[in-house]
C-alpha cells in the first residue's frame, strides 16, 4: 500500500504562486507516475500533470508555462510549483501515484490518491 498526503494549498490573489507538496509513504519503491489531478465543483477530475520516474513530464494545455511538477525520489515526494494563478484555477488538487510499467497503464489509470488540498484564486 502507498500512502499520498498534500500540502500547501490555500486562498490567494490572481497572479500569486503557491507550492503543492505530496508526500508518498508505504510501498513507495513500487512507484513510477506520479501526477497532479484537480476538481472545480460542478467539473470532473482532470489530470494537470504527470511526472514519470525517469523524469518525463506532461500538462494540460490550460498549465503549461504556468505549472512545474517536480519530484524527489530520495524524499518520496512530488511537488507541483504553480505560478501565475487564475481565478479557473480554483478546485480541490489531488496527488495520484501510479505502481508498474508506465508504458502498459493507461494514461489516467493511477492506483493510489491523497485527501486532496484545497486552491482558492480570488480575482
Known amino acids: 500500500q502507498v500512502q499520498l498526503v498534500e500540502s500547501g494549498g490555500g486562498l490567494v490573489q490572481a497572479g500569486a504562486s503557491l507550492r503543492l507538496s505530496c508526500a508518498a509513504s508505504?510501498?513507495?519503491?513500487?512507484?513510477?507516475?506520479m501526477g497532479w489531478y484537480r476538481q472545480a465543483p460542478g467539473k470532473e477530475r482532470e489530470l494537470v500533470a504527470h511526472i514519470t520516474s525517469g523524469g518525463t513530464t506532461n500538462y494540460a494545455d490550460s498549465v503549461k508555462g504556468r505549472f512545474t511538477i517536480s519530484r524527489d525520489n530520495a524524499k518520496n515526494t512530488v511537488s507541483l510549483q504553480m505560478n501565475s494563478l487564475k481565478p479557473e484555477d480554483t478546485a480541490v488538487y489531488y496527488c495520484?501515484?501510479?505502481?508498474?510499467?508506465?508504458?502498459?497503464?493507461?494514461?489516467?489509470?493511477?492506483?493510489?490518491w491523497g485527501q486532496g488540498t484545497q486552491v482558492a484564486v480570488s480575482s
Open positions: 495520484a501515484a501510479r505502481i508498474g510499467n508506465e508504458a502498459k497503464l493507461l494514461a489516467n489509470e493511477y492506483h493510489y
Open positions: 508505504g510501498v513507495t519503491m513500487c512507484i513510477s507516475g
